[in-house]
C-alpha cells in the first residue's frame, strides 16, 4: 500500500491533511478516489491506516482508520557520518543507506574532504537530502523518516562521540580490528534493546592517520572492511548493512 | 600503487604491454616515466609488481620484477543473478558489487523484468558493463575482473543453479527464512576452502510467486532482506556484503 509521510501537525484529531506533492502524487498518479485506503507516518514512529475522504489537487484529507503497531525500524539505531564526497555522492548515500535502515546522516569536513562547503549554499542541498531521504523512506516502507543534519567540523564530530553506545570508525590499519571483530562482540552483548551507533566514514582520499588517532582518542574503534577497497560511497552502505545482519535484522535471533 | 588489468596474451616472458586507454592512462593521467613501478593484473589471479621500461602515446612496455602472491579475492565465489533492472541501475550493481567482492554477474530476464531486452544492442551494453567492471576491480584492488555474462532467459538461470554449493533466491515470504538463517549455517559448515555461491535478485516489480517456487524446486534456498523493502540495485550489494561479513571476509574468521 502506498506510504506517505507528513508533518505532526498535519493529523487533527482523526483526520490527517496531505499537501503539495504528496497531494499531487495521490490524485495524479496513483488516481486516487475516495474510499481508498493509503498509509500515513508522521515521521516519527505514528503510523497509521487512513482512508480517503476528500481528493483534490492540492489537499487530499483522510481519515485514521487504523493506528498500525508493527514498526520496520531497525532495533539498532544506527546513524552514518560520511565526509562530504564530491559530486552527488551523498544522494547515493543517504538513499540506499535510508532503505537498508540508517537511523540518521551527518554529514562533516575532514582534512581530506576535497568539496568547498558553502554554507549558504548547503541550505538548499540540505533541503534536497532531506527528500531523498523521505523518498526513500516512502519506498522501502520505514516508520521514520532519517534525519539529515547540518554538515559538522571534524573536531565537532568528534565531540558527539560520547553520545553512542559504539562508534565504529572505518579505517584500514596494518593489522588492525575488521569490522565483524568489533561488531560480533558488541551485537552479542546486546541480544535484546536497542542501542545507538555511529557509522563514520572517510573522503574519497581517505582520513589522515593523525584524523584516525584523534578517533580512538575520542573512544572510536577502528576498524577496516575487508581487503578490497570500497569507494567513499560503498562502506557507508556496506557497513551498516553488516551491522544490521549481525543485530537480528535479517533472521538469526529469535 | 596504481594497478592496471590487461589480457593474459599481452604478458611475454617478463614484459608486459598495456596498450589503449591504459596505456594513455600511464602516460598523460598518472605522468609515469621509465623506472616508475605499477602492479599488473591478467584478471585470472596473476599480479605482477611491474617497472615501466618505456612509455608512448598507445604503448607502455613494463618488465615484471615481482610475482605477487597476495590476492583480494574473497573465499566465497559469489556471483550476482540480476534480473534486468531499469535505466543503468545494472551498472551500479556491477560497479558496488564488484568492489565489494562479488566473482560474476548473470543478467536474467523474469515475468515482471520491464525493460525490452534487444540482444542486437545488448552488445553494446555487455561491453559497457564489461569496462565498469574492470575499473571498479582496479580501483578496489581486486586481483581478478569479475565476468559478466549475457542475459538468460529464467528457465536457462534454472538450469544453472545445480552447479553452485548454494543458491541463495531473494523473496519475502510469510514466516520465509532471513538471509541470516541460511547464510550462517552454510558458513559454519564452511569454515575453510571455497565455497560457490549465487544471489538471484528480482526486478523491481519482484518475483512473482510461481518463479519462486521454481526456484526453490530447482534447489535455491529462498530468503528475505528483512522488513525495509531494498531496491532492486540495492537488495545484492546489501546480501553480498552480508554473506562475505558471515565468510570471514571482514575479520572474525581466523
Redesign the interface.
Known sequence: MQRYFVEKEQFENNIVRILGEDARHIGKVMRGRVGDEIIVCDGAGRVVLARLESVEAGEVAAMVIEEMTET?E?RFRVEIAQSLPKGDKLETVIQ?CT???AAAFVPFLSERTVVQYDAKKEEKRLQRWGKIAKEAAE????SRVPEVRQPLPYKQLLKTFANYDLVLFCYEKEDG??????V?PFAESRLEGSASMLVVVGPEGGFAEREADEAAASGAKI?????????AE?AG??AL??I???S??????Q
Open positions: 520496520s531497525a540506499k532503505e537498508i535502515g519506498q522501502s516502507h520505514r580490528l575488521q569490522l565483524r571483530d568489533v560480533r576498524a577496516g572492511l575487508g581487503r578490497r577497497i570500497l569507494r560503498t552502505m556496506a548493512a553488516c544490521l545482519y549481525e537480528g535484522e535479517m533472521g538469526g535471533n
